[in-house]
């Protein structure tokens, strides 16, 4: 008697991710995997309020012990420091917001996004989610020599053996010369 195995049915994505906040005197580009639940339902990156990518990057990059209020202020933030912010999933299956329950994910383009913003000479993926998910996508992209990419540390929540003086000086290591 033969068995035939049945195929998985892969998971319709209901994830999208959010459009990138660039300019083109970006140097540094910030990679998330996909927002999550309370981020996508805001439609801003890094929205859910126990997040440390805020806070960490107004300690970092301005000095500051509160990020800005308003999420456009966040964005200029970054900007004005010539960093983009971006996701290296554009497309996936999540119930919920754990990258560990990600499925059937789909890549961003990166080959041209870079193209469109040459200044780009830095990626720093936030955890490692974002990091594998770059690397799957993206072979052409990592032995560039002019790119350097960087795992860093998770500013999730879900990321609590960090602590936020340990993010700062992780993040610190490869934003604060940059920025």
Same mark, same amino acid.
């Given at each position: 008697?033969?068995?035939?195995?049945?195929?998985?049915?892969?998971?319709?994505?209901?994830?999208?991710?959010?459009?990138?906040?660039? *300019?083109?005197?970006?140097?540094?580009?910030?990679?998330?995997?996909?927002?999550?639940?309370?981020?996508?339902?805001?439609?801003?990156?890094?929205?859910?309020?126990?997040?440390?990518?805020?806070?960490?990057?107004?300690?970092?990059?301005?000095?500051?012990?509160?990020?800005?209020?308003?999420?456009?202020?966040?964005?200029?933030?970054?900007?004005?420091?010539?960093?983009?912010?971006?996701?290296?999933?554009?497309?996936?299956?999540?119930?919920?917001?754990? *990258?560990?329950?990600?499925?059937?994910?789909?890549?961003? *383009?990166?080959?041209?996004?870079?193209?469109?913003?040459?200044?780009?000479?830095?990626?720093?993926?936030?955890?490692?989610?974002?990091?594998?998910?770059?690397?799957?996508?993206?072979?052409?992209?990592?032995?560039?020599? *002019?790119?350097?990419?960087?795992?860093?540390?998770?500013?999730?929540?879900?990321?609590?053996?960090?602590?936020?003086?340990?993010?700062?000086?992780?993040?610190?290591?490869?934003?604060?010369?940059?920025?």
């Amino acid at each position: 008697m033969f068995h035939v195995k049945q195929r998985k049915e892969l998971p319709e994505p209901n994830c999208f991710g959010l459009a990138p906040s660039v *300019d083109g005197d970006c140097e540094v580009l910030v990679l998330g995997s996909m927002p999550g639940v309370a981020s996508l339902s805001a439609q801003q990156y890094y929205a859910f309020p126990s997040n440390r990518f805020w806070p960490m990057m107004a300690q970092l990059l301005e000095r500051k012990a509160e990020p800005p209020a308003q999420y456009e202020e966040r964005l200029r933030m970054l900007l004005r420091h010539r960093i983009a912010l971006w996701d290296a999933i554009a497309s996936c299956y999540r119930p919920g917001s754990l *990258d560990s329950a990600i499925e059937n994910e789909k890549g961003n *383009d990166f080959t041209e996004f870079l193209r469109r913003y040459p200044h780009i000479h830095t990626i720093c993926c936030n955890g490692g989610k974002s990091y594998a998910c770059f690397k799957r996508w993206n072979k052409n992209l990592l032995s560039r020599p *002019d790119l350097e990419i960087h795992k860093m540390p998770s500013t999730s929540p879900a990321n609590a053996r960090w602590r936020m003086p340990d993010l700062l000086k992780a993040w610190g290591e490869v934003i604060s010369p940059l920025a």
